[in-house]
């Protein structure tokens, strides 16, 4: 069976760090484009940051750049995003998504961006999501 499972959600004041972790069973996720999403209830989904199955390119929402990063571990069959300096903006739910198809450039975007915008590229696997909430 083909699952992931996010962990390392919680509260955190702002300015604070949090590491969410993304793993992987029953594929490799070496083959795998991933994304990482957000969704606050009433609103829609949001890209937050994707990588390519290489991990040579990344893509970050200019509200998360320069404060998120998004890695992964072959080893360890995990991705990662590493928040920093976290807003009350940043409360959501946050998902990791992952899918082996190309993406293609559309709608006048880079073929990785595209990955970051949802429903523009189908991502067949999800996790269940983790909670972040920032607050005082």
């Known amino acids: 069976q083909l699952q992931l499972v996010e962990s390392g959600g919680g509260l955190v004041q702002p300015g604070g760090s949090l590491r969410l972790s993304c793993a992987a069973s029953g594929f490799t996720l070496d083959a795998y484009n991933i994304g990482w999403f957000r969704q606050v209830p009433g609103k829609e989904r949001e890209g937050v940051s994707c990588m390519s199955n290489r991990g040579d390119a990344t893509y970050y929402t200019d509200s998360v750049k320069g404060r998120f990063t998004i890695s992964r571990d072959s080893a360890k069959n995990m991705v990662y995003l590493q928040m920093n300096s976290l807003q009350l903006e940043d409360t959501a739910v946050y998902y990791c998504?992952?899918?082996?198809?190309?993406?293609?450039?559309?709608?006048?975007?880079?073929?990785?961006?595209?990955?970051?915008?949802?429903?523009?590229?189908?991502?067949?696997?999800w996790g269940q999501g983790t909670q972040v909430t920032v607050s005082s």
């Open positions: 998504a992952a899918d082996s198809r190309v993406p293609v450039p559309l709608r006048g975007m880079s073929a990785l961006q595209g990955m970051c915008v949802p429903g523009l590229y189908e991502y067949h696997h």
